[in-house]
Every structure is written in C-alpha cells, then in structure tokens.
C-alpha cells in the first residue's frame, strides 16, 4: 500500500501543493455546518494530522467520524490556518477498518491505571507514542554511543546455569514444569532439557567480563530477570539492561563512560524528541526540560561513600533508618544526597566490602570495594557499577568467605589466570533512564507488557 | 587507565612519532639476537599492533614472551618496514597479567570443535574476534535501517502466558521447578509467581502486531527460545530474532523492506569490517566477498510456492522427499531453487494455507495465505513472514479450523475488532545472517555461549 507517513508530511514542506495518500486512525473529529475535521494518525509521529472534508464533495460522512477508525485518505497538502501546521484536503476517503461504540479509548482522558488494564490498546494513546518513541530514540542512541566508542555489542546467554551471585532471585527454566513422575531433584533435573537446573539470567556480568578479556570494550543490552514479589513502582520481572564492560580499566574510567553515555543519550532524545518531551513537560513532570538540560551542562557529582555517611550524620533531619558507617542507603539517603545536597546525579563511590558482591575490586584500606551507585534526583539508583577484582588470590578469599562455590566459577577464576587485566564496568537498567527522561513514574507505563508477580497476560 | 586503542594507533597516521601507551594481549611474539617482536591485542581490532623491543634496552624480555600475557607497553609509534603498518618501539613495559603455560590457547591454530570446550576463552582468536565485531556491526545496522525508516524498536515480553502457536517447543519459567508438595498442575502454578503457567517467548510477532496499530511501523530485535531437541547446525534454544511488523501494508511491502533490510546490513558490514570479511574469505570460505557483492547488486527472486513446485517436478534431480502441492520445502527443494535454479536469494510466496498459521492473510483463492519465507543459498531459510489476516470473521474461522482457544487470543482478536487494517511482517534469524556473512556453517560459532539439548554453561 503506497502511502506517505504523517511523520513526513508534517515535516516536508515540499509536499505542500502535492496529492498524498495517507493512511492512519482517527484520533478525534468533529462536524459542522459544511466542513469537518479528522485527527488522524498513523503512529509515526506524536503530532496528529487534521484531514479537512468539505461536506458537499461526500454523501455520507458518518462513516468517517467514530473515534479508533482506520482511514485511507487521498488529497492535496495545503497550508494549515494555525501554526504553520499542514492539513490535507480530503478527496477520497475509504475506511480499512471500521471502530465500533465499545472501542475502550473513545473517553478523552483515560488514567494510567485504567490504561494498564488494556496493554494491547494503551499503545494507540499519545502518551504510549510518546514514551514508546523516546523509548526507541534512547535504546538507538545507547547503540551509537557505544559503537563510536570501539565498544563490541555482545549478546550474553539468558538461558545460565550460574547466577551472578547476590543479584536477586532466579526463575528456573525447564521443560518439565509440574511433574508427578520424579522422585528427586536429582532426578528431576536430570531429565530435564539441559540435564541440569537452569534459569533466568539476572545479569550478563559474568559473561560480559569473559568477553571484554578477548574484545577489549564490549556492551550488552538485552534482558534480564529477577523474581522478586516486591511490588513497588520501580520494580519488573523483566527489565531491559545494559552492561558495558572495558578491559584496561579503573573506577574513574567506569565513572567516566557512565556519565558520557547519560549525557549523550539524554542530548540526542532532547534533540530527536522536541514534540515528545513537550508533551511529558505538559502532562507528566513540570520543569523536566530544566533538569535534563542541568544534567547535559553540569558534571556528575563523584561522592566517597565514607564522605557521604558524614554528610547524612550531619543532616538536620530525622531519618526512618539510622546512618552508620557500613550500612547500605536507604531511599530516603539517596534522595537527600541527590534531591537536597547536590541537586544533581551523584555517583558514590568505595562502599563497605561487606554490602557489595564478590567481584568488586577490593581498596588498599582493606574495608571498601571500588564499586559506584549512580543517584539521580527522583528517581534514585539507576546504574551500579565496579572496577572488577583481577588478582586471583583477592578473588579467591572473596569467593570463600562468602561460601561460594569454586568449581561453579571455574570459567570466571581463569579469567584471572590468564592474563588478568584492571577492568570494570556497570549495568543500567533502560527502564529507570527512561522514566527519569519522561517524568514517569511508574514503570509498568515504560513497557509494552509489564510482568510482575501474579501479573501476565 | 589512559592508553590509546590498537585500532586507533592503526589508523591514525597523525599518532606516527608521538608517544603513546597502549595495553593489550600477546598473541605471538619472536625473539631473535638484538631484537624482539610482540604482536599484541587489546581486542579493538582484528589486526594486531607490532611492538618492537631493542634487547639493549631491557634487562630480561623473558616476561614479555608467554602468549596470552597482558601487557602495558609505552613507546614511539613509527612507521613499518611492511605493508605500511605502524609498529611501536617499547620505551617501557610492564605485566599487567602474567599467563601461565596451561594456557590453552598456546597452540597456533585450533579447531572451532575444540574451541567451543573453551567458550569462556575463544573470543581471545582471531576467529572469534572477527565473527563477534561482524555481529556487532550487523546489529548496530539492523537498527540504523530500522530507525531511519520511521520504525519504532519496542521490546516484547519474554515472560508470556501464551505461544505463538506452532513456531515452537515453549520453555517453562518457574519459581518453583521441582517439588513434591503439590498434587495437581492447577495447584502447582496457582502457586507460581505469575499464579499461572509461564514460559518463554518463541516470537514477539503477536505483541509485535499490538504495537503496530499503536505506532505503525515497529521492530523487535531480542532473543526468542525454542525447546527443540533437534541438534543440528542451524538450531539453538536461544537465539536473536528481528521481527518487524509494519502497519498499511501487504505482501509487496514485506518483501520490499526484507529485501532492502538485508542489502544495507550487508553493504554496512562489508564496508566497515573489511579485515574480517579478508580473513573469513581466507579462512572460512572461498568466494564470500563475491557472494556478498552479488546480494547488494542483484534484486532477490520472487517465486510463487506453485510455480516452485512445477520448477521441482520438471527438474532432472531425484530429490529424497517426493515434491506436490500441498507438500512444505524441505533443505533439500530450497537449496536446489536456490543454488541451482536462481543462484541468489528466493522469497518463496503465497503457500498452502494448512502448512502455514492461522495468523497469516487468506488469499482470494481460498487455497493459499500471502506467506512469504527467503531461501538463500549456502544457509536456507532465514526469513519467514507474511501479511497477516485482518479480516475478524476469517481469523476466527482459522483459529477454530485449528481448534484453537480465541478466549486466549482475546487481545489479538481485539485488533481486528478495533480500527482493522492491511498489516504483515517478518522474522529474522539474527545468527543465520551472521553465517551468511562470514561462512561459518555452525550456529555455535557465531554466539558467545550458544544453548542446546544437554548444553549449558
């Protein structure tokens, strides 16, 4: 079907004169005395096109006013009377497929939550355009941005065996599911597609280090999965994750990378999504084109952990959890840090060994780990990053005191056999940057489908 | 760490006479009477950079020999005596990792059957460093001929409580895997985090479909599962799929965008990746780079599903399967329209409505569904896709033909009742076009850790 995108004639002023075929649906329309006018749109920009239909060239155009209508419309670009906006003068018009009364977003206004109930119909509202656009200028941009850089896009395994220890719950993975017939675990899993237990990745971590020792600088950017029957407004069981991971490489360079690549994927949605943003300015978050522009021109803090203990002991407010030296921040010190001292994204830095994981590369000082939280007002932690431990001995004692398996790692300890190297890096999760760059605050309005605890379709 | 990219000291002629630091690998070194010669790799590029050392001017080399050894190297950057290569003269050199002699990589050439034992270290070849970077430009294309063409990259939920019926054996995802508590199924996923069964997705077309009457043009690129036993060169129960589905379009244009999309990942990668393409046409297969020019300069084939079955009929080849309408092209009927009628890539169109799904548009003809897959020599099927049906009455009708539950497929038979229009779409198998591109004939060779029946890591 030869048609032009409404994105295009929007945008081309040489259209203007010229007959165009577009096709799209009906947003809104409205009926006068000899004139009426369809909002139409075709999903390839927020901003609908008006088609104008001069009553006494149609016998009937009752056909073409229901909300949700699927129109091909042919007619002449011209000059809008507002704005400097294109309109279309209808010269034929055939309807692909009609919208019945009990379509769910004939209402002007719906919630996000009544929207939620409808995940295969909230993506015709110009708030889904809107994110969903974003969402795919920002994923773009994060590929540009590492591929300019030498970084190498690799895709880790989702299916593991492993688990990237300390990141969060595991859903298994089987071909078996419910059974009856076994009468072990041993059993069970031996029978099982992989002849043994097998699950969701949390994390492409592990995998992504193995990479970066033979690729130098390499990102990953997929999926990934945690099984927490927490509930809250930031939490999914499927997430989108990036993980860059650079060989040759301390805390600083980390740090480095992640608040470059901030700022160039926030520069570019700013730039490729002007409609997109004025619009979440309008509706969702007052003074959001003010704080991404504060984050493009201002340097990221860089905060030692110990630094920041002091800082929150010495504030003059009453905190629900209590401030020692040793203990994770709460969000309630996350937002005080960001939102009241810096007003800015924070990256802490050299956390007590004892909160952190065991790959975290351990400091001269023997009590800290040089690893980074990146905190951003309103949003609270959005990257978490290291340098990795590449001294095998370190790694070892690391892995022991905590328990861990040798032999479950095996693949992980050559990596410091073999020519270790000072590397590091960090996971994103896309889903937090996104809705830091709409003001959205919950996160099941940043993805198609959602999945949380009880919660699939 | 500052230090400057292999890839960067290759191809910057403005570096020749300056001081750099650069880090890396050792892959071969030689010592002779004066002088020594190290050809190290930081994984930035396939080629690696000459490090010359004066013997005069280092006390004992003996650390900087081992293969697999990190290295941080200072030192001029000056012209080669070959080949207009730089080389670097070492001022200073320090270990960063020593690498003992269990190195497994210490062996000049290994075998890629060898080399799968090893996963965690082949990406340290050469083999393994062209293969990925090719897969990581093929991809960033994919995207940059997605984005530029007004397409929105949205992700599909991995996580899904339906199948898209007949594409494949289905994962189970499960927080509770084996147990002997439960006395029946219901009670066992009643139990379940989702409260119900759960598996992974085989593809994101029908989501895909979802986002296409919201947004227009929309593109998946994430991983799709498939639980299949079979164990060949070409399946693994993990792979990367691109599926794009386009709103206000029907065959023609499926085929146009499948085509056009293929062209420019091909023309990108051939233009940005030429030592890799020289070393698969060394290494891998003979001819690659004319078989590659041949795909850009030449427009694919278009071949109805029964004009392919009179060309078998009327071939003097006695094929294993015999060959009538009706019947589905097995590798043995694809490679030889392929390879010995056409020699270039084939869309297959039109095909017999009950080999294909119930998704796919019904033809006037009441026998055929505007189905379309591309065969392509040397690899076969790498494209599936269709125009989908838009008519409620007929996919209803399909989908009890098939005995289906529509109380299941109530959100996709939802788009048909809400603003119904002409829409179609494919699926690629991102790893059957990295094989295409560097010859490599097994699917475990073009992914980092590939996945397969009794085969995890």
Redesign the interface.
């Known amino acids: 079907?030869k048609?032009t995108?409404v994105?295009?004639i929007l945008l081309n002023p040489s259209l203007i004169g010229t007959d165009v075929t577009v096709?799209?649906?009906?947003r809104t329309s409205r009926d006068s005395k000899n004139m009426a006018f369809i909002e139409l749109n075709?999903?390839?920009s927020l901003k609908h096109l008006q088609i104008v239909i001069d009553k006494s060239n149609f016998s009937d155009i009752s056909d073409y006013m229901p909300g949700?209508?699927?129109l091909?419309v042919i007619g002449t670009v011209v000059e809008g009377a507002v704005n400097n906006a294109v309109e279309v003068n209808a010269k034929e018009i055939s309807v692909?497929?009609?919208?019945?009364g009990d379509?769910p977003l004939q209402k002007k206004r719906c919630s996000l939550e009544f929207l939620r109930t409808i995940?295969?119909?909230?993506?015709?509202?110009n708030t889904?355009?809107a994110v969903?656009?974003v969402?795919?200028?920002a994923?773009?941009a994060i590929?540009?941005y590492f591929?300019s850089n030498?970084f190498?896009?690799?895709?880790?395994?989702?299916?593991?065996?492993s688990d990237c220890e300390g990141a969060g719950?595991v859903?298994?993975?089987?071909?078996?599911?419910?059974s009856?017939k076994?009468?072990?675990?041993e059993e069970?899993?031996a029978d099982d597609?992989?002849?043994?237990?097998?699950g969701?990745s949390v994390s492409g971590q592990l995998?992504g280090e193995?990479?970066?020792?033979?690729?130098?600088?390499i990102y990953t950017f997929?999926?990934s999965?945690r099984?927490e029957?927490s509930n809250t407004q930031r939490h999914v069981?499927?997430f989108?994750h990036v993980e860059p991971e650079i060989?040759?490489?301390?805390l600083d360079?980390v740090i480095e990378v992640a608040q470059s690549m901030i700022k160039y994927v926030i520069s570019d949605v700013m730039e490729k999504c002007p409609q997109e943003l004025d619009f979440f300015e309008k509706f969702m978050q007052k003074g959001l084109r003010n704080k991404l522009q504060n984050i493009i021109d201002n340097d990221f803090e860089v905060l030692d952990y110990t630094k920041a203990i002091e800082l929150l002991q010495n504030a003059d407010v009453k905190f629900q959890y209590p401030v020692e030296w040793g203990c994770d921040l709460q969000t309630e010190h996350e937002r005080y840090i960001t939102e009241k001292i810096f007003n800015k994204p924070v990256f802490v830095t050299n956390y007590p060994k004892e909160i952190k994981s065991f790959y975290m590369k351990q400091n001269p000082d023997g009590k800290t780990v040089a690893a980074t939280d990146l905190l951003v007002p309103g949003v609270g932690e959005i990257i978490g990053g290291s340098q990795r431990e590449?001294d095998l001995g370190k790694l070892l004692s690391a892995m022991e005191e905590r328990g861990m398996s040798l032999s479950e790692y095996s693949?992980?300890i050559?990596?410091?056999?073999?020519?270790?190297?000072?590397h590091g890096g960090f996971g994103l999760g896309f889903e937090r940057i996104i809705m830091y760059m709409t003001g959205i605050e919950n996160i099941r309005d940043v993805?198609?489908?959602p999945?949380t605890?009880?919660?699939?379709?």
Chains 1, 2 share one sequence.
């Open positions: 079907m048609h995108d994105k295009e096709c799209g649906w009906i075709d999903g390839t949700g209508t699927a091909k692909l497929g009609a919208c019945p379509y995940p295969h119909l909230r993506v015709r509202t889904f355009n969903l656009r969402r795919s200028v994923a773009a590929h540009r591929q030498n190498v896009y690799i895709n880790t395994p989702l299916l593991t065996a719950e859903f298994k993975v089987t071909t078996i599911g419910y009856d076994y009468k072990s675990e069970y899993y597609f992989f002849g043994k237990k097998a969701l995998e193995v990479a970066a020792m033979g690729l130098g600088k997929g999926p999965f099984a029957k069981a499927e989108w060989a040759f490489a301390e360079d590449e693949d992980y050559d990596l410091r056999k073999f020519g270790s190297v000072p993805q198609l489908y999945r605890v009880g919660n699939i379709r």
